[in-house]
Antibody, heavy 122, light 108 residues
Framework: QITLTESGPTLVKPTQTLTLTCTFS????????????VGWIRQPPGKALEWLAL???????LYRPSLKSRLTVTKDTSKNQVVLSMTNVDPVDTATYYC????????????WGQGTMVTVSS | SSELTQDPPVSVALGQTVRITCQGD??????ASWYQQKPGQAPLLVIY???NRPSGIPDRFSGSSSGNTASLTITGAQAEDEADYYC???????????FGTGTTVTVL
């Protein structure tokens, strides 16, 4: 059974760096996990889902073009964790942040974490 | 454009059929997936690769596609189907993902 859990601060001040951790189980992101990836998606209050980033089993990474300069995604296979960092946050970055498992054969996010709400405010 | 545009809120009578659409140029090249999101919950994948249902998703959910439009149909809508629905696909680069604007479905 695949599970993912997001963790991190609930409140961040403007201009600070936001760091979120996704701890997962039931799969691995190692070199023998061909096609598996973990994505980050966010949802501002009352608004639509917004894809942010993706990290593949082979450490290839993709970022939302409009946020690429502010985002970094890394993985720690020994801890079964994926970390998303976002620099220079602004109140518009206030959102629920989700991590999700992406199965290559589905080309979709088939299992999601419960999400973590992050507020950017001074 | 890599945008995916969905219908405004729709309502459907209990037991009736509702179809919601998702429009975008990239749908001519890439399959859509669909997600159901109920208030306070994480999204749930209901359709992938145009018309495939994950295990546990009722067969009243189906997907289709034509040209630049993907559709999600709920045949015999149930009260528990009341939710926001989002389509998703690849963007014009073929590597990044994009989500639609979302459609709220109300079951009367």
């Amino acid at each position: 059974q695949i599970t993912l859990t997001e963790s991190g601060p609930t409140l961040v001040k403007p201009t600070q760096t936001l760091t979120l951790t996704c701890t997962f189980s039931g799969f691995s992101l190692t070199l023998n996990s061909n096609g598996v990836a973990v994505g980050w998606i966010r949802q501002p209050p009352g608004k639509a889902l917004e894809w942010l980033a993706l990290i593949y089993w082979d450490d290839d990474k993709l970022y939302r073009p409009s946020l690429k300069s502010r985002l970094t995604v890394t993985k720690d296979t020994s801890k079964n964790q994926v970390v998303l960092s976002m620099t220079n946050v602004d109140p518009v970055d206030t959102a629920t942040y989700y991590c999700a498992h992406r199965e290559a054969s589905l080309d979709a996010f088939d299992v999601w974490g419960q999400g973590t709400m992050v507020t950017v405010s001074s | 454009s890599s945008e995916l545009t969905q219908d405004p809120p729709v309502s459907v009578a209990l037991g009736q059929t509702v179809r919601i659409t998702c429009q975008g140029d990239t749908l001519r090249s890439y399959y859509a997936s669909w997600y159901q999101q109920k208030p306070g919950q994480a999204p749930l994948l209901v359709i992938y690769l145009k018309n495939n249902r994950p295990s546990g998703i009722p067969d009243r959910f189906s997907g289709s596609s034509s040209g630049n439009t993907a559709s999600l149909t709920i045949t015999g809508a149930q009260a528990e189907d009341e939710a926001d629905y989002y389509c998703s696909s690849r963007d014009s680069s073929g590597t990044h993902y994009v989500f639609g604007t979302g459609t709220t479905v109300t079951v009367l």
